[in-house]
């Protein structure tokens, strides 16, 4: 009797916890393949692009791949590659095409194979869509080369939330973390020595957050935002997140420091998420002229301007250029991100508001920053979200977050950039059973960064500066 | 023990299961339920996975599996009845050289651990802990050689913790004492003794640089409780009194003392169910269960026989009086005590944002509604999704047309063994969008959702949502009424006289009626004028009121007379 409970027992185990691929878990597409990973560029060390075919009757599917002498097929419904099988293809097939025939489909496609590394792995916060309550979340980090992810700080450790991280051109030893509630902090780690400091002081709005390095590492450029959310009632709208005033500030590092000045601390301009130029003499913003909230919250528009930073001696300029007159064609600058060449940058462009994420129409724009032109990332941008984007450190790669698969659970997708700015046919972060994985992937990828190589970040360490109530104080100056 | 004396012991703990059944399935059924909408358990690897990447994972696994079969509240009711006597029979196997006397002791244990689950917010993983540790003792036991016994002891210690989480400290616990008590050799139990204390001491210290935890969580336990900054007192205790059982077993040899152990396990039984046993928030999760099912008619024959007086019992009245049609002329006839007990406002928890969500969604305030559930999900304190409100998300989603993120979520239920039907019914709709319309509950909230007029939510301005959803759609009378109720409630009349006008039937409700006059009084110096639907009876029970209320008599007898009036609520309510 309790052996045959004990193989009921086992049984249930058994069944529980096998992987079936199964087709119908969700079917984001209409093409033939998902991910769409047809005719995209791709770098070199990247991860296994495993794929699955929508359709889940007819014969089981062949697919080759090829390139030179080598020839490598699998057959099944899921492709699912053997990790040095992939990493022998690329590296023969490295600034070239990889073909792939399909034993059900008509057409062949291409995998390219650029010559241009990308980093080490990223970082981001994985947490539900929701609006003020949050659950289990954390700040994560996902090597590219395999699948691997794993937790650097989450939410199981302390009352609250972690918030907006950042590191200098993905370098893992100089990054600054916000934690939210309770224990509210910033974790800076600079060279190594992590510290928690409060960064709110009396003469700025409230909580330093979306932080840009300064190339040269001794400057943090901050926002402070006074920020709300609002639900609507109509059934393609759901929420709505804007500021009610919001600050410009840049953070010296070494003499512990926020630097305002009268241009960027105006009461008639909203300034937001500041990114320093490739060279560390200008600070790119947004900038909106306040409306009375909520009754105009669709009539906030935010442009892209820019003022002269000096990093020898903190100095905000006090002339601001306005580089992209968005409130001139009824639309809205959010998450300026020059490329650290100095070439480019990219921004998101939606109807208003910065928040551009709760925003279906939310587009990818680029600009050339030696003509001053822009223009919409065609082949990356969707029918739905496009938003939140960051550069690898040599500037070849942009990594960005779109809801284009369900509208709601953010995902993200990588491109390459060339010299001239062309972007290419992006590809979704590779998943080893990427249908299984994402459709039971209940959280949103988020503040998706590059990262140069793995995060020292003790995670003791932090839960014990985060619990306990010491804090260092930010001052606070004005530029001169 | 003898024939006699097994068979009396044998009933001893039928009785305690049937005990225990009884006291979850008639009374206590509400928390049962409460329990399986806490968690959306999933067969399948990657859940499999995550749950038993923590410490105790498997303890919360095996948890989650069989609190998904209270979804049916008797099941649960075994369930935990099973689990309450299998802890108290382990308990007695562990128990060295039992006797009848001693027998009653064993319910110690199973005693702390009843109370323990009277709190809603305790998991059965405790108790699963309990019972794993006691097995596993009770096998190590078998092993007759002491040196091998406590070394594999040790061994499983880490491996104990991984699957079970701390509460296995107490199969080395057991171990000691039964080798104790079989008086092996001293030396060998006290180094096992001190090995087990240090085991037991770095585990945790271990466990911490890999597990995303405070050390005072991985030592009193991940899967314990829903809340994790709260230490399971009960749940402990009922390990504590293991040890403590299979020592105080030594003083109860005689099968004369059997009245003495049986008093012991029965008294604080007894005793402390009444303190444990929260019968106030049974009432609540009652409420919301009546209402996640639609038992309105239930909901007011509750109401009608114990009249509710808490906001979540108050609203989920409303809503059945609304559902049933009777709010316009019931409403007054149960206890009210401002809009709060109409619409609350939001609160950041797990529980209350459910049933005003559900208000919201048979309002056609579809958006809101999935803003409450979703932040009620959210809120779930061990960070646990719910398969109920999975299911509510779902419907929201396939409402609003978002057909992938609904696909979402019944992806999630397909996985579950009581959502699973649902789920796929639900799956057809979302490839067939079409027949959508063709589900009645989900026809009716399209139609009368707003459409054209986009404005943010706002609590404060409930009247002007309310307003404008019922002049978009004239077939949402339920918008109407819930914002005449609003007005009454706020204590609003000239808001709730303007609005009135709009109505085209059902305008001569008996609690429209008494507003209608009290307005009229309020603000006229005769009767002359007044709108020709006031009944005769309702005019001259108002002259009476208000003699009554004049002559300045007690707000009892006030009550006794006119206690289901719209006048006794405004003059002697939410002040």
């Not at chain 1, 306005?322 to 998101?348: C, H, I, M, N, R």
């Not at chain 2, 003392?257 to 929260?278: E, N, R």
């Not at chain 2, 009121?545 to 002559?551: A, L």
């Amino acid at each position: 009797m309790m052996k045959r409970v004990l193989y009921i027992l086992l049984g249930i185990l058994m069944f529980s916890s096998c992987y079936r691929f199964d087709p119908s878990e969700a079917r984001y597409t209409d093409g033939p393949i998902w991910p769409d990973y047809m005719d995209v560029t791709v770098p070199v060390g990247i991860a296994p692009l495993n794929f699955c075919y929508t359709a889940d009757c007819g014969p089981v599917p062949v697919t080759t791949f090829s390139h030179g002498d080598m020839s490598i097929s699998i057959k099944g419904r899921e492709v699912v590659w053997k990790e040095k099988e992939w990493k022998r293809l690329l590296e023969a097939a490295k600034g070239e095409d990889i073909t792939v025939r399909s034993s059900v489909l008509p057409d062949t496609w291409t995998i390219h194979v650029s010559e241009d590394e990308i980093d080490y792995g990223i970082n981001y916060r994985l947490l539900a869509p929701g609006y003020e309550v949050y659950s289990k979340m954390g700040i994560y980090e996902r090597n590219l080369s395999n699948y691997k992810e794993k937790a650097l700080i989450e939410n199981t450790q302390f009352d609250g939330c972690v918030n907006c991280h950042a590191y200098n051109r993905g370098n893992p030893d100089n990054y600054s973390l916000h934690i939210r509630g309770s224990h509210g902090a910033t974790l800076l780690n600079i060279d190594g020595e992590m510290a928690a400091y409060n960064t709110k002081t009396d003469s700025t709005l409230g909580f330093c957050v979306y932080p840009y390095w300064h190339p040269g590492g001794d400057y943090i450029a901050y926002s402070s935002n006074n920020t709300r959310q609002g639900f609507h009632v109509l059934a393609d709208k759901l929420i709505e997140v804007f500021d009610l005033d919001s600050d410009m500030l840049v953070y010296d590092i070494r003499n512990n420091c926020l630097i305002s000045s009268e241009s960027i601390k105006k009461k008639d301009v909203w300034e937001t998420f500041p990114a320093f130029s490739a060279d560390g003499k200008t600070l790119y913003f947004c900038a909106a002229s306040p409306k009375p909230i909520p009754a105009e919250v669709d009539q906030i528009r935010y442009n892209l301007c820019s003022v002269d930073f000096d990093p020898a001696t903190g100095t905000i300029g006090s002339r601001i250029d306005t580089l992209v007159f968005a409130e001139g064609t009824g639309k809205s600058v959010s998450f300026p991100k020059p490329s650290y060449d100095g070439k480019f940058l990219v921004y998101t462009l939606s109807d208003y508001g910065n928040f551009s994420i709760w925003h279906h129409e939310a587009d990818l724009w680029i600009m050339d920053l030696e003509t001053g032109e822009s223009r919409p990332m065609d082949k990356i941008n969707s029918h739905d979200t496009e938003s939140y984007h960051s550069w690898s450190s040599n500037s070849r790669w942009m990594m960005f977050s779109s809801r284009r698969d369900d509208g709601l659970y953010t995902r993200l997708f990588f491109t390459h950039i060339d010299e001239n700015g062309q972007e290419s046919k992006p590809f979704m972060l590779p998943q080893k059973h990427p249908l299984h994985y994402y459709s039971y992937q209940n959280r949103s990828y988020n503040v998706p960064e590059f990262v140069t190589g793995p995060v020292d970040l003790d995670r003791t360490d932090a839960e014990k500066m985060i619990n306990c109530e010491e804090r260092i104080q930010f001052g606070f100056r004005m530029s001169e | 023990m003898n024939r006699r004396q097994t068979i009396i012991s044998a009933v001893q703990s039928a009785a305690a299961f049937l005990l225990a059944f009884a006291f979850f399935n008639f009374l206590y059924p509400y928390h049962v339920h409460y329990q399986e909408q806490m968690q959306l358990f999933r067969f399948g690897a990657d859940y499999f996975r995550e749950s038993v990447a923590v410490p105790g994972g498997l303890g919360g696994w095996i948890g989650g599996f069989l609190v998904q079969f209270f979804y049916h509240a008797p099941v649960g009711a075994l369930i935990l009845g099973i689990l309450l006597v299998l802890i108290q029979l382990l308990t007695w196997k562990n128990i060295e050289n039992g006797s009848f006397a001693t027998y009653p002791l064993s319910f110690l244990p199973a005693v702390a651990m009843f109370l323990f689950l009277c709190d809603e917010n305790a998991l059965v993983t405790a108790a699963i802990a309990i019972i794993a540790s006691l097995t596993l003792a009770f096998i190590l036991m078998k092993i007759r050689r002491t040196g091998i016994r406590s070394i594999i002891t040790i061994m499983l210690m880490p491996v104990m913790y991984l699957l079970f989480g701390s509460i296995s400290i107490l199969v080395p616990v057991i171990v000691a004492i039964r080798s104790f008590m079989r008086e092996e050799d001293k030396k060998n139990i006290l180094i096992f003794s001190i090995a087990a204390v240090v085991m037991a001491t770095a585990i945790p210290l271990i466990a911490r640089a890999y597990s995303p935890y405070p050390l005072e969580r991985l030592a009193f336990g991940v899967h314990y409780h829903r809340y994790h900054n709260a230490i399971p007192l009960l749940a402990w205790i009922s390990v504590l009194m293991v040890p403590s059982a299979m020592l105080l077993a030594t003083a109860f040899r005689k099968d004369r003392m059997v009245a003495a152990s049986l008093a012991l396990a029965i008294l604080p039984a007894a005793c402390l169910t009444p303190v444990f046993a929260d019968m106030e928030k049974e009432r609540l999760f009652g409420y919301d269960f009546m209402t996640r099912m639609g038992q309105w008619n239930k909901i007011l024959a509750t109401s009608d026989k114990d009249s509710p007086d808490s906001p979540i019992a108050v609203e989920c009245t409303n809503l059945a009086l609304a559902k049933t049609a009777h709010m316009s002329s019931d409403m007054f006839s149960f206890f009210q005590n401002g809009p709060a007990g109409l619409i609350p406002e939001f609160t950041r928890d797990h529980f209350s944002p459910v049933p005003t969500g559900t208000v919201y969604y048979h309002l056609g305030m579809i958006n809101t509604a999935q803003t409450f559930f979703f932040e009620a999900q959210e809120g779930i304190p061990d960070f646990q999704k719910s398969a109920r409100l999975t299911q509510a998300l779902a419907k929201t989603n396939l409402i609003n047309g978002d057909y992938e993120v609904a696909r979402k979520y019944v992806g999630a239920l397909k996985q579950t063994l009581f959502y699973r039907e649902w789920a796929k019914e639900t799956e057809r709709l979302i490839n067939n969008p079409e027949l959508i319309e063709k589900v009645p509950e989900y026809a009716y909230l399209r139609s009368v959702r707003i459409k054209d007029h986009d404005f943010m939510f706002s609590q404060e301005e409930m009247d002007s949502m309310l307003g404008l959803m019922y002049v978009e759609n004239e077939a949402n009378v339920m918008a109407m009424d819930y914002l005449l109720a609003w007005c009454l409630l706020r204590k609003d009349l000239p808001r709730f006289f303007e609005c009135h006008k709009l109505l085209k039937k059902g305008y001569d409700a008996r609690h429209y009626q008494e507003a209608v006059v009290l307005y009229w009084a309020l603000t006229h110096d005769g009767p002359e004028g007044m709108p020709g639907f006031i009944t005769r009876n309702v005019a001259s029970e108002f002259t009476r009121f208000i003699s009554s209320f004049q002559s300045g008599r007690d707000e009892a007898s006030m009550q006794k007379e006119f206690g289901d009036t719209y006048w006794f609520y405004y003059y002697y309510r939410f002040k």
